[in-house]
């Protein structure tokens, strides 16, 4: 009797379950994303996309040190409302209008604590909500999201506690991402009749998260300890620019009760190319708090890293020194620059910022600078800034523009915490921010808008010795890192060359792809402050190069991306003012792309600059074709990109009398 007895209790425990879970629906706003969230003894949700199934099941919790919420959850009330705005970002990467339009559906629960959902029409986001009393501690937030298929992923893999986040992005798919394979967020998923960007976005006071493998298509979220405790670093290169973990925490964060927590977002489009320019990160990140903005300048700004300050045809010798950056100012200037950028090697020492190298006379090129119409920037590392407290109102005095701040390398609580306190501290000092061997964008850049770049992203530095950035990865970047901010990629390459003829070069280094496709990085990579890489020696005699990505600004009034498919090739369009600029580049396959210019407006003549590769470009990867033509909207254009090829041009409005 006792085993008849068993079964029917079981069945009618399930059934008491599936009659009180809690069902609910949000749709966005054209109706073509819609999210169903379960409650019973977890809360799960589920996305379809024009009744496709994207991600199959969604399971969300947040692990506090005594309670876990989202486990056997309580369900007190829902509330729905709409959200429709214009927002006008203080730095317009790519449109100076974003309209935020959303439907909401706020989920309460016992235990003083909400979810939030909101459902645009290109994307879904949720965030945890927490009203409770004084500080709690966070041992995990556990995300996993099984898709409904085995679809390809673009990644960043990276490692667990320390990384420059500068690995280049590889295709994977699902089934084959296994739990060691910890990526960085953006991660891409095609999930063939709809793509999606997976990222997070209003970040403070808490880790970042990280994606790993899970079982049967499913990814995991991770998030890093809190460091516990640090300690220096001996007999090691790093010593000066990096604290070891010499114990990890047993949780991820301690913070105020009474919070809402970092959105995560699924950014969702049909093409490829609509993901592009996606601005949730943006629209999802807290205002800035600030009002006075009139003060931050995006810009380009010449820089010697890269080439390691090896200048010819001067009659001083080059090196970390008062003559040679004075070289660069009157560079800088010559081209209508904004700035110049003074990278390691100008303190005194990596660890002494509070007074430049015996060879450099700081003020003087303060002064030379200004006289010029040219402002300096300021390279130092995390760990001095950290130990110089007074640095800021230093250079602040001095007349500096802007800082960049590198070696972070991290991503835990207490590191994200130090990007919050350095952006704040910068902008009540009027100083931009640059932050170079960082985590990528979270968003911050909109409450903190004087930050104006990250690097986060395999960049053309990697070119000086490794050869790890192609033109492979430069046709996945738009898709996956440059949705999210600012990417401090650093283009301008002057010697230019294949794959097959690069090698390492660390005074004298080269980029891989031709000589237009450098040229389109300026158009296609988006950042506030973009450097000029090369040697002013060469780009003085490269000038009809010069001359044009110089005149590429940095902000845009519109981005319209015309064609694109991650990890093959991409054409956008971008208006500043009446100017139109256009760029496209592939990958190692050669293509014929139609150009159609039905984006101009009608009844009106243009002219365009045309720079496009060479007949010889297959070769000699600095060759290239230069020509200016009439156009009009409706006119089409058969541009041919050799392999690790591009085009560039710049589309001025004939002006009538």
């Not at 919050?420 to 964008?441: M, Q, W, Y």
């Not at 004087?450 to 053309?460: F, K, R």
């Not at 010069?546 to 090739?569: A, H, M």
Request: charged share 25%; net charge negative.
């Amino acid at each position: 009797m006792m085993k008849k007895i068993l079964p029917i209790f079981i069945l009618m425990i399930l059934l008491f379950q599936v009659a009180t879970a809690k069902n609910l629906t949000i749709k966005s706003p054209n109706g073509k994303i819609t999210v169903a969230v379960s409650i019973s003894d977890e809360i799960t949700f589920k996305i379809n996309y024009k009744n496709q199934a994207l991600i199959e099941k969604g399971t969300i919790s947040l692990n506090l040190i005594n309670e876990k919420l989202g486990e056997m959850p309580k369900l007190i009330s829902t509330k729905k409302r709409t959200i429709d705005e214009i927002i006008h970002p203080v730095v317009s990467l790519k449109n100076n209008e974003i309209r935020n339009h959303c439907n909401v559906l706020n989920l309460s629960f016992k235990g003083d604590y909400q979810l939030e959902f909101r459902v645009f029409d290109n994307g879904v986001a949720y965030r945890f909500i927490t009203t409770k009393q004084g500080e709690i501690t966070v041992v995990n937030e556990s995300s996993s999201y099984k898709f409904a298929d085995n679809y390809k992923a673009y990644l960043s893999k990276t490692e667990r506690s320390f990384s420059n986040y500068e690995h280049v992005y590889t295709p994977v798919w699902l089934q084959d991402l296994q739990k060691e394979d910890l990526a960085i967020i953006p991660m891409f998923i095609d999930a063939q009749k709809a793509k999606v960007l997976i990222t997070e976005a209003d970040l403070h006071d808490y880790p970042a998260m990280f994606l790993e493998g899970g079982e049967n298509n499913t990814i995991n979220s991770w998030f890093p300890k809190y460091p516990e405790k640090t300690e220096a670093i001996t007999n090691s290169w790093w010593a000066d620019r990096r604290l070891n973990i010499a114990k990890e925490a047993d949780y991820i964060a301690r913070t105020k009760g009474n919070r809402t927590f970092p959105w995560r977002i699924f950014a969702i489009a049909e093409e490829d190319k609509d993901i592009v320019t996606n601005d949730l990160v943006y629209i999802l990140s807290s205002p800035s708090e600030f009002k006075n903005f009139e003060w931050i300048k995006p810009g380009q700004t010449s820089w010697e890293w890269w080439h390691a300050s090896n200048i010819s045809g001067v009659d001083f010798k080059s090196g970390y020194n008062t003559k040679t950056y004075k070289y660069y100012i009157d560079f800088a200037s010559h081209y209508g620059m904004e700035y110049m950028l003074m990278d390691e090697g100008w303190s005194y020492s990596v660890t002494d910022i509070n007074k430049p190298n015996l060879d450099i006379d700081l003020e003087e090129l303060v002064r030379y600078a200004k006289e010029k119409n040219v402002r300096i920037i300021l390279w130092a590392s995390w760990l001095t800034v950290e130990n110089t407290p007074t640095f800021f109102e230093q250079v602040k005095q001095m007349g500096i523009a802007g800082v960049k701040i590198d070696f972070m390398d991290r991503s835990d609580q207490w590191m994200m915490n130090y990007y919050e306190r350095i952006a704040k501290k910068a902008f009540e000092n009027e100083l931009l921010v640059d932050f170079h061997g960082s985590i990528t964008p979270r968003g911050l850049r909109r409450t903190y808008p004087n930050i104006i770049s990250y690097e986060g992203v395999t960049g053309m530095e990697q070119n000086k010795r490794g050869g790890f950035d192609t033109p492979n990865n430069h046709v996945i970047l738009p898709f996956t890192r440059n949705v999210v901010g600012p990417m401090d990629y650093t283009p301008g390459a002057m010697n230019s060359v294949h794959p097959k003829f690069w090698h390492a070069n660390w005074t004298n280094p080269m980029s891989i792809g031709t000589r237009s496709h450098q040229l389109a990085l300026f158009i296609v990579f988006e950042s506030g402050l973009q450097m000029l890489a090369d040697n002013p020696s060469d780009y003085y005699k490269e000038d009809e190069c010069t001359q044009f990505i110089t005149d590429v600004p940095t902000t845009w009034d519109e981005t319209i991306v015309l064609s694109g498919k991650i990890g093959e090739y991409i054409v956008v369009a971008k208006r500043k003012g009446e100017d139109w600029y256009i760029a496209g580049i592939t990958n190692d396959k050669t293509r014929e792309i139609e150009v159609d210019f039905s984006f101009l407006e009608k009844e009106k003549q243009f002219s365009m600059e045309l720079f496009t590769d060479g007949i010889n470009a297959d070769k000699y990867a600095t060759d290239y074709k230069r020509v200016k033509r009439n156009i009009q909207s409706g006119d089409t254009l058969l541009v041919k990109m050799m392999f690790d090829g591009g085009f560039a041009a710049k589309i001025e409005s004939i002006k009538t009398e």
